[in-house]
């Protein structure tokens, strides 16, 4: 059972930066495609970014276009999700997942596995 310790999650202020991290020790990642997904209050859980297996990112969320990025440390079992020009609307409960195909996909129930998730707070 491949199990998620996520970390990075916080309170900044508009304009800001956060790096979140998604480690799995002891198990390997290099197979399965890594989503991040969002929670804001009161919405439903939307799927953000991907990167698949081969390194590639997939967007899902417009709105992260040229200030979110996806990276995978496979060596280290790590993905990371580096946000910059962090707006409130970004505020949400951030979730990392894993996907066995290795395929990036935005629909939730195809990703087997999921971190805790950690809390992004933005204050304006």
């Known amino acids: 059972q491949l199990q998620f310790v996520e970390s990075g999650g916080g309170l900044v202020q508009s304009g800001g930066s956060l790096r979140l991290s998604c480690a799995a020790p002891g198990y390997t990642l290099d197979y399965y495609a890594m989503g991040w997904f969002r929670q804001a209050p009161g919405k439903e859980r939307e799927a953000v970014l991907c990167?698949?297996?081969?390194?590639?990112?997939?967007f899902f969320t417009d709105s992260v276009k040229g200030r979110f990025s996806i990276s995978r440390d496979n060596p280290a079992s790590t993905v990371y999700l580096q946000m910059n020009s962090l707006k409130p609307e970004d505020t949400a409960v951030y979730y990392c997942a894993a996907e066995p195909s290795g395929v990036c996909r935005d629909r939730q129930y195809d990703y087997h596995f999921w971190g805790q998730g950690t809390q992004v707070t933005i204050s304006s």
């Open positions: 990167i698949s297996s081969s390194g590639a990112a997939t």
